[in-house]
């Protein structure tokens, strides 16, 4: 495939040393990506030693401000025509983002947004139990009055264009609704990819709830704000 204009892969990363690694070399095999770049967020352990060894690029956050935040600052660093984020704990399943590249560089929309398979049909230790992915549904139903199974997956593709329009960006976790709630109210297209990745999932433990718990407060928020700049 023929791609016109540069394809920049962002992976935002916060204490991923163990998966990191797998997930660039799985990104590396991929033609279509002209630069992968890291953004350390302010990791606590040996994440940022670890990138330095991948022969990429990096943009290294002298504290952790939150997911949104990293993808921000890569978004106003970079020059790109296409700009993927991708999560760094994909491991070596991070070659599929491949699948996610062709439909917009092709034409077939503006954005692609990976679709993983259901919990249930996974053979990993469950996670929670829905609540916050089902607050992300109904929110970005109620502002666009489109339901889109894929508004919390981090591992997406945009046309510049379609970025150049977003002008909210929190910094935490509610970025990807909020990135797709403007991406459908602007007019643009988005196109669900079914994949077969790996990611960490959290655990029904304290850690887990917690985890979920700072998710479902942030993307709250995020939906207060958008209603509030409405």
């Given amino acids: ?5 540069r394809l920049v892969c962002v ?8 998966l990191i690694v797998n997930t660039v070399e799985g990104l590396k095999k991929i033609e279509l990506i002209d630069e992968i770049v890291v953004v350390n967020d302010g990791s606590k352990d040996n994440t940022l030693d670890v990138v330095k060894t991948l022969n990429i690029s990096i943009i290294d956050l002298d504290k952790n401000y939150g997911k949104g935040h990293a993808m921000k600052k890569a978004i106003d660093t970079l020059e790109y025509d296409y700009i993927a984020f991708i999560d760094g ?10 699948s996610l590249i062709l439909p917009v560089i092709n034409g077939e929309a503006d954005v692609s947004i990976a679709k ?3 919990r249930s049909d996974m053979t990993h230790t469950k996670g929670g139990f829905g609540g916050v992915r089902a607050l992300a549904k109904k929110g970005v139903y109620f502002f666009t009055k489109k339901e889109i199974d894929t508004s919390l997956s981090g591992q997406r593709v945009y046309k510049k264009e379609v970025i150049d329009k977003i002008d909210y960006i929190p910094d935490r976790y509610g970025i990807e609704v909020a990135m797709t709630i403007q991406t459908i109210n602007n007019g643009f297209s988005i196109i669900e990819i079914p994949v077969t990745m790996n990611h960490r999932y ?3 433990n304290l850690k887990g709830f917690i ?18 700049r409405r």
Avoid: C, W
């Fill in 116 to 118: 993983f398979p259901k």
């Fill in 202 to 204: 959290s655990q029904r």
């Fill in 89 to 98: 704990d994909l491991g070596e399943t991070s070659i599929q983002v491949e």
């Fill in 1 to 5: 495939m023929e791609k016109k204009g």
């Fill in 11 to 18: 992976v935002p990363v916060y204490n991923e040393a163990d």
């Fill in 211 to 228: 985890h979920r718990g700072k998710q479902f407060r942030d993307i709250l928020k995020t939906f207060i704000t958008m209603y509030l």
